[in-house]
């Protein structure tokens, strides 16, 4: 792999590992609400989930995806609805007890499970292939070196705003702070899977 086509793909891991999405918003809001020792197993799980779904792309089983809209739907439509469902939790918890009790905690299997939910991260496996996997003669060895550069991206991204969450947790507790947090984050949420519908939407027409 040459050195612009390792530039090229660090450009492309920073803007969209550190830029805000359903990941880093989950982690920011959990480490707000939970402390940055509970956000750390969906931080963890961030990464795992998204290494083995870039192992399915380069082994072409991504393609299918890609190939099959009606499978390309089912995975927007249940991770949009899992996107909605998270963020009523948000939008009605205005406490750390409430916090707590709505269980808005996402453990690590759920965590690995949603980068399969997550049509971004599809997207983005698929993207990072098609440029620097397939076809190469190469390609088994390129995937050995893409695969923990993103990997580390996805796990230092969704830290630094987990780290972010928990630093304003104190802070948070008192009053309705909290309450408008959890609402900035839903917000964020549904956001998010709106642009995702949206994406997938004007490329299907």
């Known amino acids: 792999m040459t050195a612009s086509e390792l530039s090229a793909l660090l450009v492309l891991a920073t803007v969209s590992s550190f830029t805000p999405g359903p990941n880093t918003t989950l982690s920011t809001a959990m480490a ?3 402390g940055l020792r509970r956000a750390m197993r969906f931080v963890c799980a961030v990464p795992v989930g998204w290494g083995i779904l870039f192992v399915l792309c380069a082994t072409g089983l991504g393609g299918l995806v890609v190939a ?22 948000l939008w009605q918890s205005g406490s750390l007890q ?3 009790s709505a269980k808005l905690q996402v453990g690590f299997v759920q965590g690995v499970g949603l980068q399969f939910l997550n049509i971004k991260a599809w997207m983005l496996a698929l993207a990072i292939v098609a440029g ?14 893409l695969l923990p550069i993103m990997v580390a991206y996805g ?11 928990s630093m304003l ?11 408008m947090f959890n609402r900035c984050m839903t917000v964020a949420l549904v956001a998010t899977a709106l ?5 997938l939407r004007q490329s299907a027409g």
């Open 195 to 199: 642009w995702i519908l949206n994406g």
């Open 169 to 179: 947790r104190h802070w948070l507790a008192h009053g309705r702070r909290l309450l």
């Open 32 to 34: 707000a609400n939970h």
């Open 132 to 145: 620097w996997v397939a076809g190469r003669e190469d390609a088994t060895a390129r995937t050995l070196v």
């Open 98 to 100: 409430q916090a707590d």
């Open 68 to 89: 099959f809209p009606p499978l390309r739907w089912g995975i927007v439509t249940l991770g949009t609805g899992y996107l909605l469902w998270l963020a009523s939790r």
């Open 155 to 165: 796990f230092f991204s969704n830290l630094t705003y987990a780290v972010a969450g």
